[in-house]
């Protein structure tokens, strides 16, 4: 997937668009300043969680899938075919 002129992918946008949205909605309930803190803190949040994540499923997967029986793939090859 290519990423736009600004660095952002499609999700990053509606991530930052869903926050911004939040922020709105919780100004009438607290001072701006707070609900900007909130958003922001909210936004790295998730950031870090979804890069947590997909880092521990690389992690898992480590050369892929085999196409024939759906084994992880290790050094090249499959555990369950190639027993070798």
Known sequence: MQPSRLGFEKREIILVLGILLLMIG???????????????AL??????FVGRRK???QNEMGGGVC???????????CS????T
Do not use: D, E, H
């Not at 919780?26 to 922001?40: D, H, K, Q, R, T």
């Not at 936004?43 to 870090?48: D, H, K, N, Q």
């Open 26 to 40: 919780m100004i009438s309930f607290m001072a701006p300043l707070y609900a900007a803190a909130i958003a922001i």
């Open 43 to 48: 936004y790295f949040g998730i950031r870090v």
């Open 55 to 57: 880092r521990q499923i």
């Open 67 to 77: 196409a024939t029986c759906g084994g992880k793939i290790v050094n090249n090859k």
């Open 80 to 83: 369950n075919c190639n027993l």
